[in-house]
Nanobody, 126 residues
Framework: QVQLVESGGGLVQSGGSLRLSCAAA????????IGWFRQAPGKEREGVSC????????YYADSVKGRFTVSRDNAKNTAYLQMNSLKVEDTAIYYC???????????????????WGQGTQVTVSS
């Protein structure tokens, strides 16, 4: 089973930036997708951004396009989510996820996730 370890959350003021990291271990193939999801209090977990490991294709939810950038470093088996121009409404617990499909945006759905990271809190203050 793929294990994911996240880091990088925290408290930031509106307009600020944070970078999340997700280290993956245990994958037996290069053909998978790492997704970033978030869950705000009282809301469902939603897909924010995804990236395929093999060729770096990306997907972004409309709410984060132009502000968030997903990337990966295959040598480190790590994916990143650079979050700029953060808004109060970006406050949530952010989870990285392992998806065995590489077909975007289909793979960036909660029901496609095989393994979840532990989650990291991102809080944006006004």
């Amino acid at each position: 089973q793929v294990q994911l370890v996240e880091s990088g959350g925290g408290l930031v003021q509106s307009g600020g930036s944070l970078r999340l990291s997700c280290a993956a271990a245990g994958a037996t193939s290069d053909f998978y997708t790492i997704g970033w999801f978030r869950q705000a209090p009282g809301k469902e977990r939603e897909g924010v951004s995804c990236i395929t490991r093999s060729d770096g294709r990306t997907y972004y939810a409309d709410s984060v396009k132009g502000r968030f950038t997903v990337s990966r470093d295959n040598a480190k088996n790590t994916a990143y989510l650079q979050m700029n121009s953060l808004k109060v409404e970006d406050t949530a617990i952010y989870y990285c996820a392992y998806v065995s499909s590489i077909y975007l945006p289909f793979a960036c759905r909660r029901d496609m996730v095989v393994s979840w990271g532990q989650g990291t809190q991102v809080t944006v203050s006004s």
